[in-house]
């Protein structure tokens, strides 16, 4: 990681980088625990937050994550910005480049918008979320958590529920497990699952029952009615009936199983609230998690500037 400029997706990292993030990001969670959760490691590194759609964990989380390293940190959203006067994505991130930022982030409805402006900027990028693409940040908490909750990765039985075909959680927890050795049982109504799914090396399951039978982690996906460009299921009634995440489903996986939502989660819908609140979710461990991550990601990203920092910093002194 330490050699890249850009975290775009988890299909591009090798195993031996994803453990590289698990493992500082061990060191970065040591600090949050902290009663003063802050250290200088990255003063004098500008980041800038570009979200062109809505978030509320990513974007907290990535800002926090700048704060605790003492990066300097602005935040941009579209609404409001001179995109709504036609000002094209290059030409916005071009611009908030020319003042002098280090890294940007960016969440985008466009797969590969990420890539686009790691192409064209000097600075680094992370992808935050590109369409039905690929989220690598909350990939990689998500493996942060299975391996801090169950002690490793490697030989575990995930199924994966819901909305595959738009989701990128779904993608870059695909890439991440199986880099990392675990095997992955997909299920969700036909309409929802990617064409040629198999060829994404998974099992497909047939039903939630067969899906979660056994397995050590289920991590349920969110039902993205906002990507849905036609009716891909009868109703919503019938999705949670035939694909919700129940107390009674949830049994069949085994005793010490873990229950994951990337969030925001449409309680009552593919996961119950019960499941949602009860002892096997660590849905919000995710979230403390994701702060940490993203901690070590900037960590490792920026490893070349912070050094240029810091010599610019001594000659200051
Ligand atoms: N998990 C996730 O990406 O949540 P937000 O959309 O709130 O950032």
């Given amino acids: 990681m330490r050699t890249r400029k850009d975290l775009l997706g988890l299909e591009d990292l090798t195993r031996e ?20 959760k802050k ?58 480049e020319a003042m002098r930022v280090d890294m940007v982030v960016i969440r985008h409805g466009s797969a590969g918008a990420p890539h686009f402006l790691g192409r064209n900027l000097q600075a680094g990028v992370i992808n935050a979320g590109d369409g039905a693409h690929e989220h690598p940040t909350q990939g990689l908490l998500d493996l942060f958590t299975v391996r801090r909750h169950l002690g490793r990765v490697e030989g575990l039985r995930v199924a994966l529920l819901g909305d595959i075909a738009h989701s990128r959680v779904a993608r870059s927890n695909l890439w ?73 489903r949830l049994a069949l996986a085994k005793p010490t199983a873990l229950v994951m939502h990337p969030g925001p989660m449409n309680r009552g819908v593919e996961i119950a609230h019960d499941v949602a609140d009860g002892t096997r979710s660590v849905i919000l461990d995710q979230v403390t998690n994701g702060v940490a991550v993203r901690m070590a990601v900037l960590y490792l990203l920026l490893a070349e500037k912070r050094s240029e920092a810091g010599t610019a910093l001594e000659r200051t002194a």
């Fill in 17 to 36: 980088e994803i453990l590289e993030v698990l493992d500082t990001a061990e060191s970065m969670l040591e600090i949050l625990e902290r009663p003063i």
């Fill in 39 to 96: 250290v200088p490691t990255l003063r004098g590194i500008t980041v800038a937050n570009l979200f062109f759609e809505p978030s509320t964990r990513t974007r907290v989380s990535f800002e926090l994550a700048e704060k605790r390293l003492s990066a300097d940190s602005v935040n941009f959203q579209s609404t409001g910005s001179s995109v709504s006067k036609g000002e094209t994505l290059k030409d916005t991130a071009r611009n908030i």
């Fill in 176 to 248: 991440g497990l199986r880099k990392l050795g675990a095997s992955v049982v997909v299920c969700g109504p036909a309409t929802l699952l990617p064409a040629e799914v198999e060829r994404l090396g998974v099992e497909v399951a047939p039903t939630v029952e067969e899906a979660v039978d056994g397995a050590d982690v289920v991590n349920v996906l969110r039902l993205q009615l906002e990507r849905q460009t036609s009716s891909l299921i009868p109703s919503i009634r019938e999705y949670a009936r035939l694909f919700g995440l129940t107390r009674e």
